[in-house]
DNA sequence: ATATACATCCCCTGAATAGGGGATGTATCG
DNA sequence: CGATACATCCCCTATTCAGGGGATGTATAT
């Protein structure tokens, strides 16, 4: 029977939260919690033993964070869900997570139903989030409305965060070398930099290109 | 009365299909379809006029496509909502859709209470997707665990393709140029290229960076 | 009418890069 | 004990880049 169920472990330092959470999932009969713990050490130390199909993992924790445990989990079992829980909602650590290895992120001021939806739904494949967060992610596709640069120098800057050379550039855009050398000049002085790698780290920080 | 109404219209080229949309939307009181379009062209040509909040967007068209439509309506209005409905789920689609502007994209298996949600939770600030359509976002932000390079190759390419330069890498990475322009190499050859470009192109494409 | 932005092209010089060639030492893995 | 991957360093030469200086023609504003 313990065989077929989902493995749930939970990474939470809050005592309360924690095994409230264990109660919660524990009464759904195909979820079982194998384990539960108030940091990532000792999380990842076990996760090999656990086996679990899905980590549940709270963001603010002692010791190594849980955005460095969700990459250390994923290096040991790649195949496992993490689903993050926690109150933070402000971008940069979304994005971490995700780019860690998150599946989800939903935050805790979500009711036991929303959190047994969200494990549910990484189970099927999919990637709960919040209306927000969702909101924010998708955001992250988009450009800069307001980019002080023409749409050629936009193309230039692409093209040079791509790697080309000047030469290619010109070749690509058909103009002279010297044509994208200027436009490059007055990229850089529209961005207020004086390296490539500036303009590149400036348009993608402002989600120029 | 209807100045305090939610202007939508709606961009669809099958006729039954639009009109069965209008329906559903009029039939809530807050929402108001303002015009229907059967090609982005018309819409694009009205957007002025009609002043929609949402715009409730097919991307299979005849004429200009849809993702095309995206943009140059944003282009006009930024501030309009566009859902996407369609029966496409491919990655590119997706993808595109959200990088000209889209703020949500619903299939078109949807039924009627999900199309209403969809768009209440656009107006919401929201990001509606589907399951499956959340899981590829999500996955978008997360690297390739197949990579053929090293953790020092992948550190290097990872600054090459923030156009840092040869002594700039070295630099940040304690090693001398020479070695740096040695893992550039290596790189190249696990990567089979022989420039940058292409090298950061693939790394990129395979989501190795 | 007169700016201002945009896109295009030209020249110069010193420094950096690309793409070859090789070498060494340390792990790790059969 | 080899073989292999990894990270480190050295040399060479043609090409390219950065950053400076200008110039021209066409739109678009004001």
């Given at each position: 029977m313990q065989y077929f169920r989902t493995r749930i472990i939970i990474v939470e330092d809050n005592k309360t939260v924690r095994e409230g959470f264990a109660l919660i999932i524990n009464s759904i009969s195909k979820y079982f919690v194998v384990n539960t713990y108030d940091n990532c050490e000792d999380a990842i130390k076990n996760v090999k033993k656990d086996k679990p199909d899905i980590v549940l993992m709270?963001?603010?924790?002692?010791?190594?964070?849980?955005?460095?445990?969700?990459?250390?989990?994923?290096?040991?079992?790649?195949?496992?869900?993490?689903?993050?829980?926690?109150?933070?909602?402000?971008?940069?650590?979304?994005?971490?997570?995700?780019?860690?290895?998150?599946?989800?992120?939903?935050?805790?001021?979500?009711?036991?139903?929303?959190?047994?939806?969200?494990?549910?739904?990484?189970?099927?494949?999919?990637?709960?989030?919040?209306?927000?967060?969702?909101?924010?992610?998708?955001?992250?596709?988009?450009?800069?409305?307001?980019?002080p640069l023409s749409n050629r120098e936009t193309e230039v800057l692409e093209l040079l965060a791509k790697g080309k050379s000047y030469s290619m550039i010109a070749k690509e855009l058909f103009i002279t070398k010297e044509t994208a050398k200027s436009h490059i000049k007055n990229i850089y002085s529209k961005l207020q930099v004086n390296s490539k790698s500036e303009a590149i780290a400036k348009a993608t920080q402002d989600k120029l290109i």
């Open positions: 709270d963001l603010e924790l002692p010791g190594i964070s849980g955005i460095e445990g969700i990459g250390e989990i994923k290096k040991i079992m790649p195949n496992v869900l993490v689903l993050v829980n926690t109150i933070y909602e402000n971008s940069d650590l979304v994005f971490q997570a995700l780019c860690a290895g998150a599946s989800g992120y939903i935050t805790k001021n979500s009711n036991h139903s929303e959190l047994l939806e969200g494990i549910e739904e990484v189970l099927q494949g999919g990637a709960p989030m919040s209306s927000k967060i969702a909101k924010m992610v998708v955001t992250s596709f988009q450009k800069n409305p307001n980019s």
